[in-house]
DNA sequence: CTGAAAGCGCTTACAG
DNA sequence: CTGAAAGCGCTTACAG
C-alpha cells in the first residue's frame, strides 16, 4: 500500500519539492504553467499529503475531538438526544473543515485514555458533551491548556453552551398554573446533574411565586423512575391537579402510572414534561414539553471552539427555551 | 504549550533517546535499573509520544474510522438504532486499543473527505455503517485498498456483518399465521436498502407458504409512511386482519391509522414490527417485533475488523433474529 | 518565483 | 544491554 510521496510528484513534474508542497497548499507565488504541471502529476499519481508528516511540522491537526462523557449509568449516550448532538456537531465542525474524533469518556480508564489522545496532539482542541456536574474531566484537560468547550454546563474551568433550564421548567409550571392547577408537584432528575437542579430551580420559583406549595420526587431521568415517583406523589397527594417531569422519558413513565390509577390526562392531572424527544408526539396523549433547541445549541458551541482557535478566549452562552403546547397540558 | 520531547526525557534520564523510546514502547531488553529512571523521567516531565512523529515512522495510527454512511434523508443517522452502534462499536474498539474517528458521509463532498481522510493515512482501518444498497463508498475505498468491513451489507466488495432480515420477517409472518390470520399485509422500507428487500423476501416466502396472497404498500422507514401505507392498506382490503411492517417506526405511524379508523389491536387487526426500537415498548398496545441483536452485530463488525488486521481476508457473517412477543400481536 | 537545506519528534536497524 | 545515525514525508525560513 505504498502510496506516492512529495518527492515522486516533484520528479515527475520536473520541480523541487518545495514547489509542490507550494501548490498543494495554495501559496499563490508559483508561476501558472508550473502549476499546471504539478497539478496534473499530482492527478497522474494520485497524490494525498500523508497527514503524520504533515502534522508533524506544523504542529495542527486540523481536527477536533468530540467528548461525549458519559456517567457510568449511560444516561448521556442512552439518551435520544444523544445521536442528534452527535450528528449535528459534526457537520458543523466538518464544514469549517475539522476533522470529528469521537470519544466516549464513561470510566476513569476512558477519560485517562481521552487525556493522552489530546495531549499526544491528534487534536487542535476538544468539544465536550458534558452534563455531569462532578465530572472530572474538564479539570484534567483545562490543567493541560487544551482549547476547549462544552455543550451544557460542565465546569467553571471552560465555556459552555447551556439552555435555560431554569426559564424553560419556569415556563412549563406557570402553563399548569394558568390552566388553574394549584397542586403542581415536581419530579426531579438526578441531583448531580447541573440541570436538574437547574429545572428544580425553576419549578421552585414558579411554584413559590404563585402562592402554591411545592412537592417533590426524585427520579433519575430514566422512564421506570418517573413512574416510581408519580406513584409515589399519588400517594403523597391524592389530590394533585398537575405533574412537571424534569425530562420527558420521566413524564412519559408518568403517564403510565396515571391511568393505571385512573385518572384522566389532562382532566385529572396534567403533565408536562421537558426536553421534546421524538417519543413526546406518540405518546397518549401527545406530551406538552419544553423544547430546548438542541441543534442550535450544538450549532453555537462549534461556534464558540472555532471561535477559541481564532481569537482566544470566549465567554459562555445560554440559550432560551419554549414550550410546545400539545394535550397532555 | 510546549510538551516535553523524547531528547528532553533521555537528558533528565541521562540516557540515550533510543533506550527511551524503548521503554517506551515496553522492549524488555533494558535494563531494570536504568527502565526505573526513565520512567521516572517520564512522570516528572509528564512527557506524552507526539503523535505524529511516531505515525510519521511507523505507519500505523491504531485508530480506526467508524463511517456512517447518511442517505441524503438522514434515514440512518436518525434511526434509533444509530447511537447504540456507534457506542457500542466505539467501546469495543477502544478495548482492542484503537481510537475512533467518526465520520458523517451522506453527501458526495463528504464522501470524498472521507476517502482523502482515510488515504492519507489517518487511520489503519475503516469500519462502515451502511444500509444503503447503492452506496459508492465500499467501492471508492476498496479500491484504495484499504482494510475494511461494513456494519450491514454494502457491497460485494466489503466482509459484512448482517441479521437475518429474511429469517425475521418470516418468524413474524408464520407467528401472525399461527395466530390464525390470512389477511396478512405488510408494509415495506424503501426499496434501495438491501435490509428492505429482505424483509420483503421473507414476508413473500411465508406468506405463499400458507397459501395466503400478499398484499403490500410501500413505506420509507419513516412514521408518517407508515401511517400512510397503513390508510391505503385499509382502503385496499378492509377485511384485512394482521400487518406486517418492515420497522417499528412504520408500525406505530400504522397503530395510529388503525385507532383512528376504529380497528381493535390486536383483535380486528394484528401488528408486528422490526427491530424493537425502544419506543415499542411504550406504543398502545406495546408492539411485538422482531428483534435484531443490534450489540451483537456491532461487536461482531468489530472483531471482523480486528481479523482482517491481524489475518488478512475474512468472511461476512450474518446473525440470526428472535420475535419479541409484547400484546400487538 | 524557485530550490537546497534544515528540522519537526519519533523508531529502528546496525554496531559495539 | 545501549547508543549514534539514518530516515519517515512533509513545511518553511533563507538564499538567489
Same mark, same amino acid.
Given at each position: 500500500?505504498?502510496?506516492?510521496?512529495?518527492?515522486?510528484?516533484?520528479?515527475?513534474?520536473?520541480?523541487?519539492?518545495?514547489?509542490?508542497?507550494?501548490?498543494?497548499?495554495?501559496?499563490?507565488?508559483?508561476?501558472?504553467?508550473?502549476?499546471?504541471?504539478?497539478?496534473?502529476?499530482?492527478?497522474?499519481?494520485?497524490?494525498?499529503?500523508?497527514?503524520?508528516?504533515?502534522?508533524?511540522?506544523?504542529?495542527?491537526?486540523?481536527?477536533?475531538?468530540?467528548?461525549?462523557?458519559?456517567?457510568?449509568?449511560?444516561?448521556?449516550?442512552?439518551?435520544?438526544?444523544?445521536?442528534?448532538?452527535?450528528?449535528?456537531?459534526?457537520?458543523?465542525?466538518?464544514?469549517?473543515?475539522?476533522?470529528?474524533?469521537?470519544?466516549?469518556?464513561?470510566?476513569?480508564?476512558?477519560?485517562?485514555?481521552?487525556?493522552?489522545?489530546?495531549?499526544?496532539?491528534?487534536?487542535?482542541?476538544?468539544?465536550?458533551?458534558?452534563?455531569?456536574?462532578?465530572?472530572?474531566?474538564?479539570?484534567?484537560?483545562?490543567?493541560?491548556?487544551?482549547?476547549?468547550?462544552?455543550?451544557?454546563?460542565?465546569? &467553571?474551568? @471552560?465555556?459552555?453552551?447551556?439552555?435555560?433550564? /431554569?426559564? =424553560? *421548567?419556569?415556563?412549563? +409550571?406557570?402553563?399548569?398554573?394558568? %390552566?388553574?392547577?394549584?397542586?403542581?408537584?415536581?419530579?426531579?432528575?438526578?441531583?448531580?446533574?447541573?440541570?436538574?437542579?437547574?429545572?428544580?430551580?425553576?419549578?421552585?420559583?414558579?411554584?413559590?411565586?404563585?402562592?402554591?406549595?411545592?412537592?417533590?420526587?426524585?427520579?433519575?431521568?430514566?422512564?421506570?423512575?418517573?413512574?416510581?415517583?408519580?406513584?409515589?406523589?399519588?400517594?403523597?397527594?391524592?389530590?394533585?391537579?398537575?405533574?412537571?417531569?424534569?425530562?420527558?422519558?420521566?413524564?412519559?413513565?408518568?403517564?403510565?402510572?396515571?391511568?393505571?390509577?385512573?385518572?384522566?390526562?389532562?382532566?385529572?392531572?396534567?403533565?408536562?414534561?421537558?426536553?421534546?424527544?421524538?417519543?413526546?408526539?406518540?405518546?397518549?396523549?401527545?406530551?406538552?414539553?419544553?423544547?430546548?433547541?438542541?441543534?442550535?445549541?450544538?450549532? &453555537?458551541? @462549534?461556534?464558540?471552539?472555532?471561535?477559541?482557535? /481564532?481569537? =482566544? *478566549?470566549?465567554?459562555? +452562552?445560554?440559550?432560551?427555551?419554549? %414550550?410546545?403546547?400539545?394535550?397532555?397540558?
Amino acid at each position: 500500500m505504498q502510496r506516492p510521496t512529495l518527492d515522486a510528484v516533484a520528479a515527475r513534474a520536473g520541480v523541487s519539492k518545495s514547489t509542490v508542497s507550494r501548490v498543494i497548499n495554495g501559496v499563490s507565488t508559483v508561476a501558472p504553467r508550473i502549476r499546471e504541471a504539478v497539478l496534473d502529476a499530482v492527478g497522474e499519481l494520485g497524490y494525498v499529503p500523508n497527514a503524520a508528516a504533515r502534522n508533524l511540522v506544523t504542529r495542527r491537526t486540523d481536527a477536533v475531538a468530540l467528548v461525549v462523557s458519559d456517567p457510568p449509568k449511560g444516561l448521556v449516550s442512552d439518551d435520544p438526544l444523544f445521536a442528534a448532538v452527535v450528528r449535528t456537531a459534526s457537520r458543523a465542525l466538518e464544514a469549517a473543515g475539522k476533522q470529528v474524533v469521537l470519544m466516549l469518556a464513561g470510566s476513569d480508564e476512558s477519560r485517562e485514555r481521552v487525556e493522552r489522545y489530546v495531549v499526544a496532539g491528534h487534536v487542535d482542541g476538544v468539544m465536550l458533551v458534558s452534563l455531569h456536574g462532578a465530572d472530572p474531566l474538564p479539570y484534567m484537560l483545562a490543567r493541560k491548556r487544551v482549547p476547549m468547550v462544552s455543550f451544557g454546563r460542565s465546569s &467553571a474551568a @471552560v465555556p459552555y453552551v447551556e439552555n435555560d433550564n /431554569e426559564g =424553560g *421548567a419556569g415556563l412549563a +409550571v406557570r402553563h399548569l398554573l394558568g %390552566l388553574g392547577r394549584r397542586r403542581v408537584a415536581t419530579i426531579t432528575g438526578p441531583m448531580d446533574l447541573i440541570a436538574s437542579q437547574e429545572r428544580l430551580a425553576g419549578y421552585n420559583g414558579a411554584v413559590r411565586e404563585a402562592g402554591c406549595r411545592s412537592m417533590m420526587a426524585l427520579g433519575d431521568f430514566t422512564r421506570i423512575s418517573g413512574a416510581e415517583a408519580m406513584d409515589q406523589l399519588l400517594q403523597d397527594d391524592p389530590q394533585l391537579d398537575a405533574v412537571f417531569a424534569a425530562n420527558d422519558l420521566m413524564a412519559i413513565g408518568a403517564l403510565h402510572v396515571l391511568r393505571k390509577h385512573g385518572r384522566r390526562v389532562p382532566d385529572d392531572v396534567a403533565v408536562v414534561g421537558f426536553d421534546d424527544i421524538e417519543a413526546a408526539q406518540y405518546t397518549a396523549p401527545p406530551l406538552t414539553t419544553v423544547r430546548s433547541p438542541m441543534d442550535a445549541q450544538a450549532l &453555537a458551541t @462549534v461556534e464558540l471552539l472555532l471561535d477559541l482557535f /481564532e481569537e =482566544g *478566549a470566549q465567554e459562555s +452562552v445560554v440559550m432560551p427555551c419554549d %414550550l410546545v403546547i400539545r394535550e397532555s397540558a
